[in-house]
């Protein structure tokens, strides 16, 4: 059987397409891009706002109308919110909610009567990356949050914390390593609760994965700043892990970070920032902002901002305030109006951008290994430009001959003038 794979959202729906991918081909089936072509769709879907739950629904018509021919499973956050609904729309042969989601290939082809046809499959897990044309990998390693920020719905959909043991997790990361994959990103709904149920927690599972693994480059997803052990910053002095944290901050203000029930004061978010800082060079912090969140006055709004300038970041993803059915801020009073939140988001859109061109501009001069990617542009003079990352996650772009591939490679380039969104760089030691 042919299977198209589709996702909304988060990292971790993306990581698990991973894993779907690998267990379908495990199973005699292979993965294709083209939906024309296939006998199964399964969709990820999100529903981290109203209107993530509105392309969730677009989305499961638009493939059923492009190939209704197919068999159409459903799942995710917006599944699982609403399994009803998503059972009735047009189309849909199965919804599988996030409690069966690791079985959700194994549900897939005996509900679907399809584990006995005949296999015509590459090898288990060959390509199933390339295929998609990812040379990065997000590794689920976690679900779940113990945690009830008043804004999130992720809490609701995703259950309780659940990890997955550090064995499972070293046999994905070799697997892909032997794939020629050269950088995971380890993913979790509250990735800093990793292990909270099975007696470990995530030092121990970074430490054996950069001992018992060959993989060049270990990234870590979006971490919420609490509950982070003693000595985590230690961790990254192995040049393997990468110099570079995602860290959610929120909001700036702490009645603000109160009333959204975040375990994290400002004062111990800047302690962490320190941390990081001070311990390791060109250490690279970004961030998650709510602007808008009910109740926000124009002195806390002051508040945040004023502390979001001091700490610097190297960018920071803006949300406006939504509200979210299902969550405790929905109910909150003081909600304000969308002419103030697009005013406060485009101030705070100004000012991220300032920090961020003076973080690239900070980094101007510095040598690094980068992790080549496929997107390329086309130049004159039988030229291209190929995009890649530094380990502190620094988007850079070099130029070299149309002929020539660097994709999936690391190659030592140093860094030369910031150009919009990237950093044009030139590569050392080799000639292309
Ligand atoms: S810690 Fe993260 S996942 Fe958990 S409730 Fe808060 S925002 Fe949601």
Request: charged share 20%; net charge negative.
């Amino acid at each position: 059987m042919l299977v198209y794979l589709k996702t909304l959202g988060c990292r971790l729906n993306e990581a698990e397409l991973e894993t779907w991918a690998q267990a379908f081909q495990k199973a005699g089936h292979a993965i294709t891009r083209d939906l024309q072509q296939a006998h199964i769709v399964i969709i990820n879907s999100c529903a981290v706002t109203q209107d993530a739950v509105r392309k969730s629904r677009q989305l499961i018509r638009k493939l059923h109308r492009e190939n209704p021919t197919a068999k159409l499973v459903a799942s995710g956050c917006y599944v699982t919110l609403n399994e009803e609904e998503a059972a009735n729309l047009l189309g849909v042969d199965l919804v599988i909610g996030n409690q069966d989601k690791n079985r959700l290939v194994e549900i897939t082809l005996e509900a679907l009567n399809m584990d006995s046809m005949p296999s015509f499959s590459t090898n288990a897990g060959e390509q199933s990356l390339f295929s998609r044309g990812r040379q990065r990998a997000f590794i689920k390693v976690q679900d779940g949050c113990r945690y009830r920020c008043t804004f999130c719905i992720v809490t609701v959909a995703r259950g309780e914390e659940a990890s997955r043991p550090i064995p499972a997790v070293i046999d994905e990361i070799n697997a892909l390593a032997a794939q020629g994959i050269q950088e995971v990103v380890l993913t979790g709904v509250h990735l800093g609760g990793y292990g909270s149920d099975i007696n470990s927690h995530l030092t121990e599972l970074i430490n054996a994965i950069l001992q018992n693994t060959d993989i060049p480059r270990l990234r870590l997803g979006s971490l919420e700043p609490w509950e982070l052990p003693n000595h985590f910053f230690q961790l990254f002095e192995n040049p393997r892990l990468m110099p570079h944290l995602h860290l959610p901050l929120q909001s700036g203000a702490d009645s603000v970070l109160r009333r959204m029930a975040r375990r994290c004061k400002t004062s111990e978010f800047s302690q962490l920032v320190d941390q990081a800082r001070n311990n390791i060079p060109n250490f690279n912090i970004t961030t998650d902002i709510i602007v808008g969140f009910p109740g926000e006055s124009e002195q806390e709004w002051q508040e945040s901002f004023d502390y979001i300038r001091q700490t610097g970041f190297g960018h920071i993803h803006i949300f406006t305030y939504s509200k979210r059915e299902g969550t405790k801020a929905a109910t909150l009073t003081g909600q304000l109006t969308n002419d103030i939140k697009k005013q406060r988001s485009r101030l705070l859109h100004l000012s991220a951008g300032q920090m961020k061109q003076t973080f690239m501009e900070s980094q101007l001069g510095q040598e690094y290994p980068i992790l080549w990617e496929g997107q390329t542009e086309e130049l004159d003079h039988g030229r291209k430009r190929v995009f890649g990352y530094t380990p502190n996650y620094l988007r850079v772009a070099c130029e070299i001959n149309q002929d020539d591939s660097i994709e999936n490679k690391i190659i030592q380039a140093k860094l030369l003038a910031v150009n919009d969104n990237h950093i044009d760089a030139e590569l050392i030691n080799f000639d292309c």
